[in-house]
Antibody, heavy 119, light 108 residues
Framework: QVQLVESGGGVVQPGESLRLSCAAS????????MHWVRQAPGKGLEWLGF????????YYADSVKGRFTISRDNSENTLSLQMNSLTTDDTAVYYC????????????WGQGTLVTVSS | DIQMTQSPSSLSASVGDRVIITCRAS??????LGWYQQKPGKAPKRLIY???RLQSGVPSRFSGSGSGTEFTLTISSLQPEDFATYYC??????????FGQGTKVEIK
């Protein structure tokens, strides 16, 4: 079955960087676009960005454009989110999610990893 | 950008009640809409895609309808395990997603 497992969260200070990973299994990772979504404590869901199945195109929300970078390694079935210049507003649970939204093959999310930005 | 307006933001209901949650899109999105359920401390779980298609394994008391700009999620008979927060998600502008603000369903 489809499984997505995020890792790399933790506590960092404002201005620092952090790299999150998402390990994928149970489907052909190299055929699927992938999303990152976050949820600040007590708040709703915010889409952050997307990477095409082959990594050739990436899209970002305005709130993270220029600071966050999505990448993937199809040989390792791994998705990554590099986060730079973090602020307290970036404190959230970060989820990776499988694309294919319009089909029964979509709708899968990881369990999330918590990032806390605090001095 | 497409905006999604979800209502109500919260509701109180009893077990067995019929519950309806609405999402309105700022422009037509055909049927490119999903509904998600999220319980505290858990990842969102997709219930519906394509506005009305039930995700595999989801109980049939959940149903979705609508097209264009108006969409509804209906829970025909609320069960104890259904108390959660529900979000709509538009993917018409795929790969850019937009979520509704969420509806918290609480026990009356």
């Amino acid at each position: 079955q489809v499984q997505l497992v995020e890792s790399g969260g933790g506590v960092v200070q404002p201005g620092e960087s952090l790299r999150l990973s998402c390990a994928a299994s149970g489907f052909t990772f190299s055929n699927s676009g992938m999303h990152w979504v976050r949820q600040a404590p007590g708040k709703g869901l915010e889409w952050l960005g997307f990477i095409l199945f082959d990594g050739t195109r990436k899209y970002y929300a305005d709130s993270v454009k220029g600071r966050f970078t999505i990448s993937r390694d199809n040989s390792e079935n791994t998705l990554s989110l590099q986060m730079n210049s973090l602020t307290t507003d970036d404190t959230a649970v970060y989820y990776c999610a499988k694309g294919d939204s319009a089909t029964s093959q979509g709708g899968y999310w990881g369990q999330g990893t918590l990032v806390t930005v605090s001095s | 950008d497409i905006q999604m307006t979800q209502s109500p933001s919260s509701l109180s209901a009893s077990v067995g009640d019929r519950v309806i949650i609405t999402c309105r899109a700022s422009q037509g999105i055909r049927n490119d809409l999903g509904w998600y359920q999220q319980k505290p401390g858990k990842a969102p779980k997709r219930l519906i895609y394509g506005a009305s298609r039930l995700q595999s394994g989801v109980p049939s008391r959940f149903s979705g309808s609508g097209s264009g700009t108006e969409f509804t999620l209906t829970i025909s008979s609320l069960q104890p395990e259904d108390f959660a927060t529900y979000y709509c998600l538009q993917y018409n502008s795929d790969p850019q997603w937009t979520f509704g603000q969420g509806t918290k369903v609480e026990i009356k």
